[in-house]
């Protein structure tokens, strides 16, 4: 099998797996316990608060561990929203975040909020200029993702965070795709809120952190009893955050490496399908995550490309794991401007240290004969043949 689907999640790497495995079964103990057990439990939960921090240029009283990277993105936007409701209820975004985020920003304007969604260009760039012409008076947060899910734009995450630094708004960033694979660090981003996932980088799945700013005090996510600073209510998964520590310490600790090795198996991934006739990269060619390669195809429909490579033994997608069921074209797409029916015929290849150069041939060698096999059946590749001629 080749794995070609890292954006969607990554298996749980060996050192984070032995590092989970003693909280799972001997030191099971419940890190508020006052007794040995549940003290070793607590110094591991506290270790991993200091790994974690420490991987993303963060003191550990300001890591907060959630269940993931939609549960931080929630929380990130109501409570920055309930917080600073006094001032202002207007929030700036833009149109291609991951859905935990627009759904939030929909919810928040159901409550009484104003969001401006910000476009992007054809490269899924948001624009300073556009950022600094949304702010208002009455302007409370921004929140743009580092890198994009679907087509891997990185977007100038340090410069929003100096405008918004600047002009006394609290800024959030979801990093979920971001952390582990390029260098993130919260300083010199100038961030208040950073939202991250575990499975993302070789973590289990269910576990997440989210940022904050020392200085800034989040009203509760959860009542219960008293844990995360008594924010974040509910006995702490220690083995799941063990994990994800684990995880992201060894992925930093080989980023360089990691990072030119995966760019140069998604270069080689690209140059090859671009060969294929009516075929697109989408987002920056140069600016963008070192393993999305995230392509379009005329005349193609994304999910049938999906299955027929499945059944040859290659697991991409058709765009973002979590609306993969629905029949509507990505909405990441349509806002960097292509065609509704172009948009369907989208492919998301995403590579992990993992992948070799024979996974990445093997997909050049099978994916051309299931375009060629699909587009045969397409009464819109008729159509696109007589264009042509």
Partial sequence: MVYADHAATTAVSDKALAAMLPYLKEQYGNPSGIYRLGRAARQALDQA???VAKAIGAQANEIYFTGGGSEADNWALKGAAELKKEKGRHIITTQIEHHALLNTAHYLEEQGFEVTYLPVDQLGRISLKAVENAIREDTILISVMTANNEIGTIQPIAEIGALAREKGILFHTDAVQAVGHI?????????????????????????????????????ALIQGGGQEKGIRGGTE?????????????????????????????????????????????????????????????????????????????????????????????????????????????????????????????????????????????????????????
Avoid at 263 to 292: C, H, M, Q, Y
């Fill in 49 to 51: 608060r200091e790994t």
């Fill in 183 to 219: 260098p993130v660090n919260v300083e010199e981003m100038q961030v208040d809120f950073l939202s991250l996932s575990g499975h993302k980088f070789g973590g289990p799945k269910g576990v997440g952190v989210l940022y904050v700013r020392k200085g800034v005090r989040l009203p």
């Fill in 237 to 389: 998964n220690v083995a799941g955050f063990v994990g994800m520590a684990a995880a992201l310490e060894e992925a930093v600790s080989n980023l360089a490496e990691n990072e030119a090795k995966v760019a140069a198996l998604r270069e080689r991934l690209v140059d090859g399908l671009l060969k294929i006739p009516f075929s697109a990269l989408t987002g920056d060619p140069i600016n963008r995550l070192p393993g999305i390669a995230s392509f379009v195809f005329e005349c193609v429909e994304g999910e049938s490309m999906v299955m027929m490579l499945d059944a040859k033994g290659i697991c991409a997608s058709s765009g973002s794991a979590c609306s993969s069921g629905s029949l509507d074209p990505s909405h990441v797409l349509m806002a960097i401007g292509l065609l509704h029916e172009v948009s369907h015929g989208s492919l998301r290849l995403s590579l992990g240290a993992d992948n070799t150069e024979e996974d990445v041939d093997y997909i050049l060698e099978q994916l051309p004969s299931v375009i060629a096999r699909l587009r045969e059946m397409s009464p819109l590749w008729e159509e696109k043949q007589k264009e042509v001629q």
